[in-house]
Structure formats: C-alpha cells, structure tokens
C-alpha cells in the first residue's frame, strides 16, 4: 500500500511537443528522497548533464511539494522549485510560501518537470485532472501583479498562479518567479524566472480540490495541539508584529547587517530608520500569512506612488531591507518599500538586485564606471531615486542594466581591474544580507552551501550565541567567534534543512519552538511511515549529498567553497573585528562530511547513502 501524503504522480510536460504525460513514482522512491527539494535534485541529476544549457530547451524546470504539503499542518503550504541556474551555471532551487503549493497538490501532483521550449509565449493551466498548454501571447509583458489579476479574473479566486514579469521574460539571470499577486511570495533565488523565461512560458496556474489523505488524523491533531501554544511565544508574536525586519537594529549592533557593500563596520541611525519598528510606526498598514500560518510575518504597507492602482502592496523582509537599503546606504523605508514593490512587479530576487546595484554604487565611486556608462544615473550612495531608475533599467536590460542583469560575478569580469576585489558573491550567487564576520557559522554555511551563497541551506545565523534547538543531536553554539564544533552543527543543520525542504513546510516553525522529534512524529503521521531519528537525517544527509554530486559533475570542489576575499581579509569594525578562519573550518567540515580533500563525497559515502 503507497504512504499516504502523495499522489504518486509527477506531471511532465514537454513545451516543445505540446504534451502532457504522468508518471507514477513507487513508495521507495519516496521514502529515499521525500518529494519538494529532494525529490526535484533527483530528478535533475537523473535527467540532465554537465553539458546541459541554464537557458536550453533541455534544461528542466521543477515544481515540487512534499508529504506535509496539503494537509492541515502548520505553515506547510509550501513547494520548491529546481533548476540549473542561469546565474551560477550550478544546482539552484528556490522554496516558496504563498497558496500555490496546496492549491497544486490537490490537483494530484506531487511534482511538475517542465521541459522543451514553447514556439510563442505559452502557459500552463491544471485544474485537476485536466492539463492545458495556453496562449500568452497577451499577457507577455505585463508585470506580475497584472498578469495575477489576469489570471483570477479568468479562472476564479480559487486559482493560484506562479508568474514572471519582464525581468524573466527578459532573461535577467537573478529573475523570479512570483506567486500571490500583490502580496506576493517568490522563487527569488538562482534566477529561474530567467529558466522559465527562456521556455516562453509566462506562468503555471493551478486549481485543485483533491484531498491530501493522512495515515493518523488524530495523531497530527495531537502534535498541532501541542504545538499550538508555541504559536503564541514571545518570538512569534515578535514576527507577527514586526516582521523579519524586526531584527534589523540587533543585526547592525552585532556587524550582521551589511553596509555600503559589506565595506562598513557601523550604520546605527539608518538601521532604526528601516528598521520594523520604524515600519510599524509609519507605512505600515497589515499583515498576512502564508497557507496554513499562524505567525503572520508578510508585511502590507501603503503603496509609495507611481502609475499604478495598487493602494497596499507586500512589504520589504529583512533581506530587502538589508540588501537594498544598509547595502545601498538607503535610509528611506519609503524608497525601499517602492524598490521592492517594483522587483516583485518586475519578477527579480530583491537580493541580488541589492548585491548588484551596491556593487555598481562602489564601482561608481571608484571611477571604475562613469555617469555615462550609467545612462546618466548618479548611482551614488543613498540615493533611492537613483535605486529605483537602475531596477527599470535591470528588468528591462537597458543601459548599464543589461550588465547588470547578469549578476555581480559577470558585471566585474566585464569591469575588469580591481573590480572582482569588492565583487560580494559566493558561486557567482549574491549573499543574503547576513555577515559571515558577525558569525563564524555563517561562513561555513555561506561557503558550502549547494546553491551558491544561502543562509536557509544551514539557517545557522540565529542559531549561532542565538536560539537553540534542544534535540538537533550537536551542543549549542554559545560563542559566535568560536570555531570549534561549528562544522557539526553545520552539518546537522544542513540535513535539517534538507529535510524541511523536501517535507515541504515552514523553518520559521523552529521560531515558533517546534524539535526535530516533532517534525518526525509529523511526517510519520501524514505518511504512515515508522521513520526514526536517525533515518530521518541520514535522509536528509543523502539529499545534500545528491545535490554536491551534482555540482562536483559540473566542477565545483574546494576551490569553490570560498567567500569574497572582503569578508575573508577587511576587518569591517562596527559589531566584530573578527575575520573567519574559513579553510580551517573547511578542513574539519570535509572530515565529518566523508569527503574528501577537494570537497568531493569519496565513494564509502555514496555508498553508505545509497547514492
């Protein structure tokens, strides 16, 4: 009998041949990889090779969601998506909140692998059972917001949508995808806006009504119950209140929040003035929640202007907030509030948009690019005005922002001299707006991470002098500038996340207080599966594993698993005058991973993890 919590189909269309075909998946299958992140790496390392094109028609788009998504369990309205990233040429993939997750599961998928190329802008509609190749050739070139409206006009309130704008269409290599209409939620990392740009295919709308069947309803509801209250902790109500922005003072206080393009050490009067607080205070006007949240973190804010209709629209989170604006030396909540408006409208991850345009900022100031390279923008510090006239130019590739839309990594090389010396990226992905300097954890996430430079592969940074999660099987890590078991915390967190990935639900549950014995007892639940602590991470470990031996084919080793030498060598002041010893960590990382001295899993490892 299959486990509960899956439909045990996978959806596969080929654009190119205007054709839809299912497949079925066996319980072993599931049991090995889950579904979300791990089930997508499988597929991907299964169906494509080192000489596989980011922008081809061979390159596979993967929309998938796990056994927890679709049924009543916290803030498990999730999915990932899976590519070969255009921006890193590497693994990329993205996790999304929002509604669409569920609202695709009960179509009775539990994955989509969309191949080929579509003749003319395409898009995809499922509504159960039924599955539709469409004409787009319409909405090719409206915004996201646009095309969202478009789409529940069409097909009901009840339809969800995941869209790009004209920076995917655009093949701007960091572009979204976007789901939730003005209070959107995205698939900002890796650009596979871009991937699906490159496709001519302009969105994937879903309807279903399927039930998600679970091996012991009363189980799960004896868990939630138990879990319920944590719902209601201080730190939740934190979240609730202020958002991921709430932290922004703390982080520029301890020399997390990077500032001027991770060059200086201190920013305390900007940090209030974008910080939550501050935006509680002022263009704050809701709130609201992915599927199945109680936490509430999405921010709602007064829309700042422009030709549009929208009066409210998603806020900035704290990467924005820190990407945008302390990276930018940008003050102005209002102004961030609009640069983040217009990405999402756009379609582009507002986190490389901050790594790019701080980049081009200190370029700019070093003579190294003029106004005239420019199109006639002063990009100078501080100035959103000129922030928001570079984002245009980015989505639409004009002037200078057809360099820039290709990411840091490629805006230096075309820059050349001293430029790769300040280029921030790790993989050629722009970091997220936490500093490996503040902790040394973070170093060692941002440098092994599968994707390029993340924070959410380890999700260390709070963890580090921080909150503690009593059962993850490691000490805690009570000093920030120490070394010493942070590559096993690393790890464990690592497989963690792997695991949170492919379930699919929510990391901000661990805010909310929720152990690993929880989330397995969860997952045995839905599935029906008798899965103990052990196996639990070994397969979150396995998945991690498949993801590194995927970028190994494509080249990637130890040369690789480096920061940008600013965060390795400047001492940045501020909150730490630490710098952090990133190969000796590496060195112990690799031992306890079973790798071997060029980062590469040894075949002992592949073979304990079944690889």
């Not at 991850?349 to 100031?365: K, L, N, P, Q, Y």
């Not at 009570?478 to 078991?485: H, P, Q």
Request: charged letters at 20%; one cysteine or more.
């Amino acid at each position: 009998m299959m486990a509960k919590g899956f439909f045990s189909n996978v959806l596969y269309v080929n654009l190119s041949e205007k054709k839809a075909t299912v497949e079925h998946f066996d319980e072993g299958f599931y049991r090995t990889y889950i579904g979300g992140s791990g089930l997508g790496a499988k597929i991907l390392f299964d169906s494509t090779s080192k000489t596989t094109d980011p922008l081809g028609s061979e390159n596979l788009l993967i929309f998938a969601v796990g056994p927890l998504t679709g049924t009543k369990i916290f803030n498990s309205n999730r999915f990932e998506v899976v590519s070969r990233s255009p921006l890193t040429g590497i693994y990329g993939e993205a996790n999304c909140g929002g509604y669409w997750g569920e609202c695709f599961k009960r179509c009775g998928y539990d994955a989509l692998i969309v191949s080929g190329k579509a003749k003319s802008p395409t898009y995809i509609y499922i509504d159960g059972d039924s599955v539709r190749l469409e004409d787009a050739s319409q909405i090719w070139g409206m915004d996201t917001f646009s095309a969202d409206r478009f789409f529940k006009e069409r097909y009901g309130t009840k339809s969800q949508a995941a869209v790009i704008g004209p920076a995917g269409e655009n093949l701007v290599l960091f572009a979204s995808i976007m789901t939730g209409g003005v209070h959107g939620r995205a698939i900002g990392r890796c650009g596979l806006g871009a991937v699906m740009g490159s496709k001519y295919l302009k969105a994937v709308i879903v309807k279903g009504t399927k039930t998600v069947e679970v091996m012991d309803q009363k189980g799960i509801a004896a868990l939630q119950k138990e879990i319920a209250p944590l719902m209601n902790a201080d730190l939740s109500k934190t979240i609730r209140k202020f958002g991921t922005t709430g932290g922004v003072e703390y982080c520029e206080q301890i020399g997390n929040l990077p500032i001027k393009n991770w060059f200086q050490g201190s920013w305390p009067e900007g940090a209030k003035k974008i910080s939550g607080q501050k935006m509680a205070d002022t263009i704050l006007v809701n709130n609201y929640a992915c599927g199945r949240c109680a936490l509430r973190c999405g921010r709602v804010v007064q829309a700042a202007g422009g030709d549009y209709d929208e009066q409210e629209v998603g806020g900035p989170e704290y990467e924005t907030v820190g990407m945008i604006g302390s990276n930018c030396l940008i003050d102005d909540l209002t102004a961030i509030a609009k640069a983040n408006e217009l990405c999402n409208r756009y379609g582009m991850d507002t986190i490389s948009t901050g790594g790019v345009i701080g980049f081009s900022m200190e370029a700019h100031e070093r003579e190294l690019i003029t106004k005239e390279d420019l199109g006639g923008i002063e990009l100078n510090w501080g100035d959103g005005n000129a922030v928001i006239a570079m984002i245009h130019q980015i989505a639409l590739r004009k002037g200078w922002g057809n360099e820039l839309a290709n990411g840091v990594r490629k805006t230096a090389e075309k820059i050349g001299g001293i430029a790769s010396e300040f280029a921030i990226h790790v993989k050629g992905l722009e970091p997220p707006a936490h500093d490996p300097r503040a902790k040394m954890s973070s170093a060692l996430q941002l440098a092994t991470s599968n994707r390029g430079a993340c924070h959410l592969q380890a999700f260390t940074s709070d963890f580090d002098e921080g909150l503690h999660i009593p059962d993850l099987g490691v000490p805690q890590m009570t000093d920030r500038f120490a070394t010493a078991g942070k590559a096993e915390s690393v790890i464990r967190m690592q497989n963690l996340m792997s695991m949170f990935d492919s379930l699919t639900c929510c990391k901000f549950l661990l805010f909310a207080g929720i152990n690993v014995n929880q989330l397995v007892s969860l997952m045995n639940c839905v599935t029906g599966w008798n899965i103990g602590y052990e196996e639990f991470f070994q397969t979150g470990e396995r998945i991690f594993n498949l993801k590194r031996l995927y970028n190994t084919r494509l080249g990637v080793s130890r040369k690789d698993d480096d920061l940008p030498l600013r965060l390795l060598t400047h001492k940045r002041g501020g909150g730490t005058e630490a710098l952090p010893p990133l190969h000796q960590m590496l060195g112990e990382y690799y031992e306890i991973r079973k790798w071997d001295e060029f980062g590469i899993p040894t075949d002992a490892k592949i073979k304990e993890l079944g690889l």
